[in-house]
């Protein structure tokens, strides 16, 4: 049976797809590969895609517009807004009317006349959290958008936001060694009976195993301004990768099999949104699905984890500004 988003919203998989690195967050993609991608994933049974109207500045939706509008009753849309990116990254734009209009162009993009979730991707603090969630439930009221969102947000917040209208899913960072979430932010989404959608649920590609301290990343790749990946924070996360890939082994499995399914152990309400821009990776982070871990296991990879999680803070001190706010 699959769980759904809040008790009254659209059933989804256990895994969705994360969409933002088919259009260049991680450098150059192939957009061909990409369609391809998407059209496997809803061939293999995923329904949730994730998307967002600053991915590639509308060039994201405008791919999954293209790609999934033949399929919409097959498909649970998921796009963001709220913010616009600049030269120093993302800036909150969450005023009513930025919201709005930001509804009209994604709708247009995505080749649909309605939003599944809709996702409040960061807090504007010129803007009461209030008029935000408002400007989204009149968007509800209106048949444009079936369920609201938010992303990084804190406890506080979040229960501010539910009590204008209710919040079906919190997108946030989750992963086996990035759990803040885990000390009031979940527990929150629970007491509300929302869903938490865990983003970079491998780390941003290094619990896959495919980044080392002597990768150089690609032009636009987000992950070269992000402490946690990059120096000597690098060199001390990779000895974590290692350890689970030494784990991975003994399951035969992938590294990023090991770090989806142990999210999977978390709870029917948390769903891991890896992202794939090739078809191989999505064939093995569903294989995750297929993956069983024991209390022991379970206990090997909290054992190859510090308390702390991954070194270095996950984004650069302009977007850490921007979270849990």
Not at 58 to 78: F, I, Q, S, Y
Not at 157 to 173: D, K, N
Request: some cysteine; aromatic content about 4%.
């Amino acid at each position: 049976m699959h769980p759904t988003l809040e008790q009254d919203g659209p059933a989804v998989p256990r895994l969705g797809l994360g969409c933002m690195s088919m259009t260049g967050t991680y450098g150059p993609t192939d957009p061909h590969e990409a369609a391809a991608t998407l059209l496997e994933a809803l061939d293999s049974g995923v329904t949730l895609f994730d998307t967002g109207d600053f991915y590639g500045d509308g060039a994201n939706e405008e791919l999954l517009g293209r790609t999934l509008a033949p399929h919409r009753d097959r498909v649970v849309l998921a796009t963001k807004t709220g913010v616009r990116r600049t030269a120093e990254g993302l800036v909150p734009a969450g005023s009513p009317n930025d919201l709005r209009r930001a509804c009209e162009a994604s709708l247009r993009r995505l080749r649909t006349e309605h939003i599944d979730v809709y996702y409040l991707a960061r807090i504007d603090p010129a803007v009461p959290v209030e008029e935000s969630v408002g400007a989204l439930a009149d968007l509800v009221a209106q048949g444009k958008v079936g369920h609201i969102g938010l992303s990084e947000v804190s406890a506080a917040t979040l229960r501010r936001a539910h009590a204008v209208h209710p919040i079906s899913a919190v997108q946030t960072e989750y992963s086996l060694w990035e759990r803040h979430v885990e000390i009031d932010i979940l527990p929150t989404i629970r007491s509300l009976g929302a869903t938490l959608i865990a983003y970079s649920p491998l780390g941003r590609g290094l619990l896959t195993g495919a980044v080392r301290a002597t990768t150089r990343y690609e032009p636009g790749d987000f992950r070269a301004t992000a402490p946690r990946y990059n120096g000597d924070d690098l060199k001390a996360n990779l000895a974590i990768v290692d350890a689970i890939t030494h784990l991975a082994a003994a399951k035969s499995a992938t590294p990023a099999q090991i770090a989806l399914a142990w999210l999977l152990t978390r709870g029917g309400d948390v769903i891991p949104i890896p992202g794939s821009s090739r078809r191989p990776h999505l064939r093995d982070n569903l294989a995750a699905l297929d993956l069983h871990l024991t209390a022991t296991d379970l206990g090997d990879i909290d054992a190859a984890v510090p308390d702390a999680g991954a070194q270095g803070a996950r984004y650069s001190d302009h977007g850490i500004a921007l979270v849990d706010q």
